[in-house]
């Protein structure tokens, strides 16, 4: 997932100095593409990464220069060589890496606790930021879905930003440098946290949600027994939601991005789930059991392909763990490679 998250939770409640790193352009193949990012800290301490390793000491001596300076720069590591004659290691990871470090100063860390509160509220945000010798606040816009924008832009803001933001893929939409207006920019797409909501606290549902967690999903999980859904079975659940189907529901608010697991193992139960949800355009719905159950849930019609059923990857699971591991490979195969196409039930 997104190492965003993780980093604007550490800005939001701590005020050690430190600085941002993000790639902001690869040539070649690399560990990790064009949006990722790490934040280091001035005591040392190390959120993210850049690469299996390769990077991060260069990079922390790099951070020490920036915040000694006070200003925002480009970083260039050319990761082709095998031997140990370039900056590196001898990775030969066959790539160039362009990253940017930023000082995370007071009107910065404003910018980046703003971005944090529109992904809470379950906006997405557009970053661009244009690419001149002199890397300030004034270069930097920030543009949300609800039409809000903030950042040190003071210019006017090209149309194409505007489309790029309404245009993008969920989940899918590519960062990197772009030219607009005969002007390079970082572009750089921010979703809101994937929510993944399971009906079902049975056992099984634990190391789903445990791997879940671990994943950077916001988790919730839904159930109308209360000596089943709870916090003591639950520890990494962002949410726990006691009630019937038909009450709980209404009350998720459910988006096209969501992310839905069907589990209670209670036939009666899931028939109500699915009727409720058939019909909602979801990013994934999938649901546990073979495909005749499923057929069976539906009243004998034939399965729509947008509906993930047998849920999960093929790959021979068994137990628990194993069976969370397939489903959640789907489910990140899904979410990186867009969802199924919706159909109307037959």
């Known amino acids: 997932m997104d190492d965003i998250y993780r980093v604007l939770k550490v800005i939001s ?77 001898g990775t030969g990871c066959n790539g160039i890496i362009h990253v940017l470090l930023e000082p995370i100063n007071e009107k910065f860390r404003e910018y980046l606790l703003t971005l944090k509160d529109r992904l809470d509220r379950r906006e997405r ?129 459910l988006t096209p991005y969501d992310f839905v697991v069907i589990m209670t193992h209670h036939f009666r139960r899931d028939q109500e789930i699915l009727s409720l949800l058939i019909n909602k355009k979801l990013y994934y719905l999938g649901i546990l059991g073979p495909r005749r159950r499923t057929e069976r849930l539906l009243g004998n019609q034939v399965i729509p392909p947008f509906l993930h059923s047998p849920i999960g990857l093929a790959i021979s699971a068994r137990g628990p763990e194993e069976i969370a591991i397939s489903v959640l490979a789907e489910i990140i195969h899904t979410l990186r490679n867009g969802s199924k196409e919706r159909t109307a039930l037959l």
């Open 13 to 89: 409640e701590s005020n050690t100095k430190s600085v941002l790193a993000t790639i902001i352009h690869v040539e070649g193949s690399a560990y990790r593409k064009e949006g990722a990012c790490m934040l280091f800290q001035d005591d040392g301490t190390q959120i993210g990464v850049l690469s299996g390793g390769c990077l991060e000491e260069d990079l922390a001596i790099k951070a020490q220069e920036v915040l000694r300076e006070g200003c925002a720069k480009t970083f260039v590591f050319d990761m082709k060589h095998e031997d140990d004659l370039s900056w590196g290691q």
């Open 125 to 253: 945000v557009l970053l661009a930021r244009k690419l001149t010798a002199q890397s300030d606040e004034k270069n930097l816009l920030f543009l949300t879905e609800s039409g809000s924008t903030f950042g040190g832009w003071k210019e006017e803001i090209p149309q194409k930003l505007r489309d790029l933001l309404h245009s993008s893929i969920p989940f899918k939409a590519i960062s990197g440098i772009q030219t607009i207006s005969d002007v390079p920019f970082y572009i750089h797409h921010y979703w809101p946290k994937p929510r993944l909501i399971i009906f079902g606290a049975n056992p099984d549902t634990k190391p789903l949600v445990s791997f879940a967690h671990q994943l950077g999903f916001l988790i919730i999980v839904t159930d109308w027994r209360p000596v089943l859904c709870n916090r003591e079975h639950f520890p990494d659940a962002d949410q726990l939601m006691i009630g019937f189907p038909e009450e709980i529901v209404p009350k998720l608010s």
